[in-house]
Nanobody, 117 residues
């Protein structure tokens, strides 16, 4: 059974940094896509950044220059380094994985990030 477990969330002051991790287990085939999404109450979940099997990355405009996505293939882990955090970055952050040849998405349980003074 595939599981994604996020960690690294918490409370941080504006301008601070956090690094989120998402560890995947139970995956017997190649991961073709790893993405970070976020959601606030009453709004749709939105894409923050993703990295695909070629290591090509994508960032939403609202995080460009502040967030960095990376992956460790040996550990089946994806990271999101978040710098210069703003109060509007407050959300539950989720990771999503797609596995080559399997037509479904896998989601983690989410980790809360709160940016507040």
């Amino acid at each position: 059974q595939v599981q994604l477990v996020e960690s690294g969330g918490g409370l941080v002051q504006p301008g601070g940094s956090l690094k989120l991790s998402c560890a995947a287990s139970g995956i017997m085939f190649s991961i073709s896509y790893l993405g970070w999404y976020r959601q606030v109450p009453g709004k749709q979940r939105e894409l923050v950044a993703h990295i695909i099997s070629t290591n090509s990355t994508y960032y939403a405009d609202f995080v460009k220059g502040r967030f960095t996505i990376s992956r460790d293939n040996a550990k089946n882990t994806v990271y999101l380094q978040m710098n210069s955090l703003k109060p509007e970055d407050t959300a539950v952050y989720y990771c999503k994985a797609k596995i080559l040849g399997i037509p479904r998405d896998y989601w983690g349980q989410g980790t809360q990030v709160t940016v507040s003074s």
